[in-house]
């Protein structure tokens, strides 16, 4: 088909879908979305920019390729792939979807001409070399400033980077939410950008403080209520999203009418949601219109609170960060109680997750304004919060201050030491053999990472350690090169190392203006549990990009040159600077080829087709040795799975996995019997099998034939349960940050 | 006999021979009326006149010879007038008469007048520095019945024209040559005046003469002060020009210092208010340490030697009142004293000039906070850890300044848990103590407004406390504060004498330097030749149960000598704990009432030599004795004494000493001397003991996969136990799970995490150390299998 006829036909199909290009969607189309450009699409949620993505999607189709539709989650996996189902599978355009089943090279997929899967999976699926890869002529990634997000963002990085090394000429529809600086992530994809900060209903910030969060929450949550609105209220925890839903439910279910209430319990009874069984706890709230969401529970109960959302029979959501993203989940007014990282409360959320939260604010169609408020505990976390997330202006005519959304820049996280030591693994995997230079001049330079630290003044000295890592070195990866040089020249000042020891080096460091500053690396843990790090008496040893101040830097430097292999031993581990190549050394995972070069070694392969992480293949090959028995089997997949899916496991997942595999009880008695949420037990039990997989593969190539037969016999086991249950590709165990039970 | 032009000389001048050894004084001549009758020269001319003016009547040239008569009598008339006016030459009714003095007699020292009446004199040719405070102790001496003149002339003068000759060699050689800057110099200094001096002495005996001139001059003591000789005595004493012929030079300032000194002593009230009695013991014990010499108050010559004992170190020693320089050069004589005797002293002082004291001792060691030396005060330094972490509170507090609303640091759990932390923790510095504060938003702890005061009263005075600890290391005093310990506190006090100079900008600093320090001596073991003497202790000052906790234990230690510049600031119970003190000038009331308290100052009701008192008058003397003169109260007296302190020793600056940091770094594997069998035990069997294969095992494990999860160790671990031989069922529960324990305490592994997923995870991994005992472990098994 020509390139004309391809776009008449998209638009054929996006009509028959009762569908009409506006807004961003006109803009893709103009700059020639339809006939085959890469483009970078960045605006507010709800401005319409998955139809680009499925414009795209429609038109490699057209175009007698596949089209490969990448999310961040599995449930907007889900809800992407029935969106496509429902608008074109009529028209013949076949979709598929893979989320789980990392053990699989999901050859059912191989008639599917949009595959819609998350960034995980394929990745796993380049790692095994899915035969239809080579077919694919658009990738479209949604959410795709989630390349910056620590954990998955290197991930999503090394997919691109091996997606445009494998398909050159590959379409590439990036679409973002709003983030700062998007050209920079649009020029390293090599696409035309299109910025849109339009809204379809203008927000308003506000930054409240308040000595009881709970009274000025009920204060605003009631007023919205009162105005016939809704709102959505964003809390660190599972946990709080529950307790401030029970709080104040009886209050606000006093504006429900009993023809609404009886609405609710009409369509909790109805035969679409008969499968679906909300939790007690939550039952009872859902009368009073409320309701909390996180991703303790199940897609299904996920899916009708959202639904129930949406024709306002529900006022008041309380939530956590799985709302933020993706779904599309407006509300009049959206309050964030605490801007405190889930995992670290000694860190805030980043501004684009802040701001893709107060995002949801304003139903188009229904309110004139959304209002976005921030709930702080005083004046100075205001003041704090201020800077941090807004900009402050006046506005001329009326004389107000009105906060302004300020983005963070979306950083590459490819240097963070567990990421770069597995993608290093994935490199000599794909690459076959390679020294450590080239695959830094080679293939780590098409990066992200690399493409940033070009382009940016406050990049460190040195990016990718990728060979030994010693003190200096480890200086180098967090500090300006300028100023490690300074430090070596004696330039920056003078330091009296004054402790020493195999877990901390500390000193005094004067600088030339006589100034004294007390600086100190330490790889103690701290009485949270968390390395304390640097530490200097100016009060900012590290900078928000990870940069160290001048006088650790002087330390650091003078540490390496008196103190030596005491120095190159406590500097990295405070600084968390690891030598990829070293670590994989030691697990066996890479070994020295002719010259300098380095390969992948059989379990080096096989680890990385497993898609496992480094953390999790440490472990896993620590403990396979001493496996004896199925309890054993059962401990160390607990273990595995806690680590891969970042959630603290009860005790009870033993007995729920034994259960499964040896019991006919249904996975949601079993689930419940070991306090395991139900939106948790499938993706438990996903994960679980692809662990399993993953050990007997290992153990089989380290000869464990005993732990290989129980391994395998507890597999089979679980792949019978779920077939009866059904394959659970419908968005379980995505963490919200909230591991708490 | 010579020859002159005028003729020969006499063999005796005649002038001299007008003074003879006799020689009678210029008399005294005086008129006296003896007929007080007018005359009668006015009445016969006016008879004549009137008879004359008959005979003219009668007879005419009877008239001429009236005339006659008249004009001689005129003239008789004025000659008769001017008799009357004076001249008694030649007037009747006067006498002359002549009052003739006693006759004087010269003798060598002394002169006799008439009837039995006797007179001496001594004159000040020069004066010395000090004139002050002898006056007293001379007009106590003296007897009201003979008399006593002191006679002082002062007469300015200008620079110039100053006489060169009254200039010493140096003075010549340092004062400005320019008469005019000269005369600024003395302007400056109150002006330049010419002195004389004299006293004298008169009685009806000699002996009285003599004894009184004798206690004047052995009061005043001033050695230029010398005896006139009768003959010079007796010449002045006739011109009534007492003063002496020699004069002077004395500035403003000395003479102030003088007068005023004199004014008080010489005031309305003398006889009640004559200060400084005090009685000389009968006895004077033996003392160990001599510090100089009694002052007789009877004749104010020194007495006996006296000093310090072993006893009154051994209950302890205030060393109060005076500057610092002072109060320094009198522990320095003490500290030279207890050297010669062998024992070894600790000095601490806040000021860095106090490294001079080190020149006492051939080899001594002079340390300076900051600079060679660093006091960690998270190093328990041999002190138990639990009760170290209480007194390093109270500690603490020292470094709030008095005035700041802020409280104290008392029930500050938080903080208490967190520095017995830190303490527990090998090779700990200031910067190991932190207190979880999870609970508290990032955000408002980084306003910087201080701690919140929504928390509890607990968790705000720890967070109180934890700002002074963050000011300690990173604030000006990091250097004296932060790192490891240079010295331990038994390796300070090992030598002769060691000066520790604490010299930090804040008095809360210092204050709390010397708290830290004295609280690390204390641990030391107890060491009766051990003293520590402390030059100004003012880190006591208004701490009463602190103070007097912290001496306790340094009496528990041994010998202690405390001074102080301010002895009313410390507290009472402080004060009386201590058993001997010397007190040096004061001139601070309330510092003289806790010395007369100290002292046991006490009122005389009679004296020796002079009237009832009825007030302390003892005290007084505090204000005006000289710097080398100290009120000494020793243990075992309980009267105070006045002693004159024997000269002191030279002091000069000492470099600070160089200071190798031992045992304070981190230790590699070594040998311990205990052996098993024939062999030494490894470090991994000296800290697993039993379980020393399965901890050597973990070792290995953690060499190939670290860092691991406390998950997969305690998995490793069960499944360890499971199959190990060494773990058999007599093994103790507990035992296994505890190895992971022992080997992070023995620095061997190293306890961190990771984060999975926002899920943070402890995880374990070898340490250098852990590394070579694995090593050495390994090397003994190849030896072993070689063997």
Known sequence: MTVAAIKSEVLDLLSSASLEPRGVQREAIERGLLEGASLMVCSPTGSGKTLVGEMAALRAVLSGERALYLVPLRALAAQVSSVMRERYQARGVRVGVTTGDFQTDAEYLADAEIIVTTFERADSLMRRRAPWLDEVGTVVVDEVQTIGERGRGARLESVLMRLRRLLPEVQIVALSATIGAPEELAEWLGCDLIVSEQRPVPLHYSIVPTRDKVQTLRNIVLATVRADGQSIVFARTRRDAESLASHLAPEIGRHMTSAEQREVSSELDSVENWYVSPPRALRGLLHHGVAFHHAGLSYSVRDLIERLFRRGLLRVVFATSTLSAGVDFPARTVIVTDVRSPSDHRTLISANQLHQMLGRAGRPGHDTMGMGIVLVGSKGEAETVRDRYFDVMEDAETGETVLFPRYDRVNSVLSDPEALTEQVLVALATLGESSPQKLVDEYFSDSFLSFCSVRDSRAPARVLPIDAVDARVAMECRAFSDTVRAASEGVLGHATIREKTETTIGGIVRDWDGNQHTCRFSSRTDATGLVEGPMCSCGQPVDRHGILCPHLVCLGITAATELGSLADYVVPLSLDVTSPVQVLVRLGLIEGAEGNALRATRLGRLVCRLYLRISTTREMLALLPLVDNGQDVVSLLRHLVSLEMGARLPDSFESFIAGLASTGIPLSKLAADAEIDEGDALGLVDASRWLLSAMAAVADHGGLDTAREIIQSLLVALDGRSEAFGKTVDGECETDGNTEP | MTKTVMGASPEVEPVERMLRRSEEAPSREYIQWENRNRPTGLRGVQALIGLALVASVLSPPLVLIALGVSAATVALLRSGRSRARGTWRGLNGWRRIRHRTSRLRYHSTHVTLRRGRYLGGASLSDAAPHLSGRLSGLLRALSSRHGFALLVELSPESAIGLDPSALTEWQAEHLPGSERQLESLFWRHGCLWSARAVILAHGRTEQYVSTTLDIALGALGDANWARLDGRSLMRRYCRLDLLPESSFYATGEELSGWLVQLASELSSDLGSNVPGEFLTPAKVEKCDYVLGRIIDPETLRLGPETGLTDKDLQGGVWIAGGTDVVRREVLARVVCRLLERGQRVVYIATDSAAGAIASLAREAAVLQLGHNLILNPVDPDGLPANRYAVLLLRALEGLLERDR??????????????????????????????????????????????????????????????????????????????????????????????VITLPLPTRELQRFALDLLLLKLSGVPRDDALVVVVENAHNFAGRESWSLALVDRLFRRGPLILGTEALSKMPDVLRGRFCSAGVLQMSDSSDIRAAADLLGLGVIATGLHSKSRSSLRETSFLRTMGQDTVLLRSGSRRLAVAVRLSPAPELESRPLSDVQSTARQTESVRRDDRVRGDRSLTLIEEVAGRQASLAARILRLLERYEPLTVRALEQFLAASEDSSPASSASAPDGEVDSVITRLERASLVLRGHEVHGNVSYTNYRLTMKGRLALRQTEQEEREGLAE
């Open chain 2, 405 to 498: 609303p802020r409280g104290d640091l008392e029930g500050a759990v938080e903080l208490e848990m967190a520095l017995a932390r830190a303490i527990s923790r090998k090779d700990a510095t200031l910067a190991d103590v932190s207190i979880d504060t999870a609970a508290l938003s990032p955000t408002d702890s980084s306003s910087g407004a201080g701690p919140p005061r929504q928390s509890s009263p607990s968790m705000y005075r720890s967070m109180l406390g934890l700002t002074l600890v963050e000011e300690l290391y990173k604030g000006s005093a990091a250097s004296a504060f932060y790192g490891s310990q240079t010295l331990s506190a038994e390796e300070m006090a090992s030598g002769d004498l060691t």
